[in-house]
């Protein structure tokens, strides 16, 4: 694209963008890049039979996003699928994390709780499926070096929105194409560079090939097997599971794939286990109890925090999900390994010069094709620090409480789904609440500040205009057994795929960035 073009547009005749937001909320509603309603902009009882659907927030523009810094995400996409089934697989590693972070934060000490008790028992499944997550902004150092992106999170657990992030692209893609093109001239329309985006595809894939190495039936009466996908109750980002869902099925078109919706709370109504040591997953529908189905992978898009387990007897749901021989995705032990702790160790530099880091023990830097692997995932680090008595906690502490260094700082929580960080000047207060033996469930980290750009975000049929900054998320899929590990555990990798991004935009004063949590929006990439 000409840098001398003016994109996104800041003057644009109010015709062309009524124009533009009549052409997406239609495409958003007819395409399902939709939500439920929230309950602040339609009350739930206003329609019992939760039958609407409301377009989800994007912007009115693809963003402009460096083309280098969009690549390097997808190139490095690979080796963090590789390195997050290696930790998985590294019991001691996360017992030594669990142990830092456990006393301080009751959910992580249940989580492991559950491993613990399986292991006693024995595993009977040593396969595991990850959808994972990377995301990232961009970061400009000095005016003078390129830029590159810097990890925000990595996420193992119930990592979303890839459905209708497909469908964002599309809708982008569509109203470049339309005449009324993107800067009401169609003869330059067709210089934005939108890329391919197949994270759909590639999510469905990675569950697909799942559901083929769990094998065949392990049932005595060979009953059919299926996929569950394990929802929280009243979700209102159902429809970018139902894309994930529907694209299963159309690829499955040959061989049945039975899905089945199960809330995270009628587990211990709709499954059992088998007798015996197979420990098989049985699920009954609700609209057939007298079938049975065997269970070979469950999709969690629930569980990944407190306000899911509701008392003992939901964390034995998850204990029953956990012993069985279904794939699970995540395994405990694979949701551990997605904590912030985890990302905060491998950021943090060895403390003598002696001493390996820690990404080393996972992804060994003599073998040939990790030294580079190594490098790529290394320069996504941003400065993460340890909140405990360590001679780094101490740095960090000093940090957090000083009302100035703080500005620059994210104090964050092990907790999934977004609204749970502590931003800048009111982390003080924040640890000042909170008993100081039990800061060490906290990660310290630098705030990242993208470059801004302007953009329109329409929101509940409504343009927001002015500066925003955007995330983005590169998908991986990978599947492992664990007991095919040997040191560095490569050998036990039995897929490993990158396809596909999310690029969520917010506003430049807005500190939290997710969807489903309303605070951000949807967007797709203007390669620039
Ligand atoms: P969660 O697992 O709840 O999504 P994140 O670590 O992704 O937690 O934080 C939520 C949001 O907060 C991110 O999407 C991003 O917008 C913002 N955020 C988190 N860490 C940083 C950071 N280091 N720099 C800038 N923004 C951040
Ligand atoms: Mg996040
Ligand atoms: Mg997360």
Redesign the pocket.
Known sequence: MASDLDYPPQQVESAITDRLVEVAKDWSLAHGLCVRPPPTVIPAQAHPGNILATPVPVTLFPSPFPESCFKQGLAVQRAYNELYASISQDEEFLTEMVKQIGNSDDFIQKLWDVHLRVKAEGYVQSISLGLFRS?Y?VHQGSAASSPGIKQ??F?TIASSFGGLSSQTTALHKFLNKQEYGYLGRSSTSSSLNLPENTCTRGLAAGIREAFKVYGPSKSSNAIPKCVIFLTQGGERNIFDQRHLEYELQAQASDDRMPIFRLPFSEIGDRTSLTEGDKRVLQYRPPHRESDTYEVAVVYMRSGYGPDDYSGDSAWNDRYQIERSAAIKCPSVLTQIAGT?KVQQVLATPASADSEPPTLHRFLKPDAASNTKAVADIERTF?NIYPMDTSAAGQVARKIALDPQQCQSY?L?PQ???????IYRSTIPEHLKKIPEKNWDAYIL?????PPPVYNMILRNGKLEKGNVIC?LGVYGTCIWDQNKATAGGANAILWNESEGYLL?T?GDKS????VAAGF?CMDSCALV
């Open positions: 995301d902004m925000v999170e996420n912030k941003t994210v964050k907790r999934e789904g977004g609204g749970n960080n980290m630098e705030i990242i500040t995330e969520r917010k500190e939290e960035g997710g951000g």
